[in-house]
């Protein structure tokens, strides 16, 4: 094994608190919220087993963290809507080239940041699936694959790198040169799960039941040819099959602006229906399934 780097993850939540549990095991890793936190971190996995895992939780305030070695990379684990100003805040505690890795949902933070960040910034699509539990726990309600990569491909050697350490901790990870087209994938993915759910207050699995199963496959046949119009290329078995099969995968989750809904936080409605939407304007075509959507979505 390679000398382990140290990684910062910032966003003490769902997904922050799954990839801490397992990235802590093979590397030395710091987990940033906005306010202190106990150790240890109860991780549910997904086989029903719970671990206790011992997890340097922080914040960017805390002296202590300063006194480690400098992040080789940071994991944003914000939602996209927060992700700017934590990346402000991240900006006074690290050297300008660090290396950020983005895995936000949607289309929308992750060229913005390309814009802004100094440094490089690989941007994941993961279908692995996690919910928070408490102040301390996490669930990870589904496993799925991280793909890696940057939207100019000019980082292929980290991106690799990074896929490297995140395959040792336990997940499936490859390195994507065509980010953009899985990123946009992911997008159609949570375009056709997550306002349902979120909506209708139920489980990802609960979509394959009438009515939901119909709504889905409604919003797929109008996502598809819009994606197609942008230049994306449909995955091999189509876009109905990678819907279904993440469905599937995640049956037992509750999808991330579920618990946004739940909690009243602000949903993730502009970065996964908004590039859409953007899209329909452009290809000047009437998409009343995507709107309506967007209407019955919580901003
Ligand atoms: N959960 C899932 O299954 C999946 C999520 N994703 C994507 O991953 C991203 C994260 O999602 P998820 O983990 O579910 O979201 P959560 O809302 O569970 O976690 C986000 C965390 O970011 C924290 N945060 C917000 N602003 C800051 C800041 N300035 N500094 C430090 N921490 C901050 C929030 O803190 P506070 O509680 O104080 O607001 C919260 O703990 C989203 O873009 C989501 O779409 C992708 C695939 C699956
Ligand atoms: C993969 C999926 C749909 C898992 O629920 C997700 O990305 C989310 O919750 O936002």
Redesign the pocket.
Known sequence: MRPSPTWWI???????RLFAARLTTTLSLHL????AAASPLRYHAPCGETHEVDVARTT?ATQALHTYARPALVVL????H?TL??VE?LAAHVVPQTPLLS????FSIQPRLAETWAGPVLCAS???????EGDAGVVH?GTGTTWVGDIHNAWPTLARDCAYWLNQAGFSAYHDAAIIQRLWHKLAI?AAINPLVARYRIRNGQLRDQPFRRMVDTIIDEIGPLLEGEGIIPPPAGWHTLVWEIIVATAN?R??ML??VLAD?PT?RE?ILGPLLAAAKRQRCSTPILETLYHDTPS
């Open positions: 910032l966003g003490d939540g769902a997904l922050g940033i919220g906005r306010r960017l684990a914000t939602k996209s927060a100003s934590a805040e895995l936000q949902n949607g993961t279908t692995e699936g996690a919910y928070v309600a949570n989750n999808a991330s618990q946004d936080r993730e970065a």
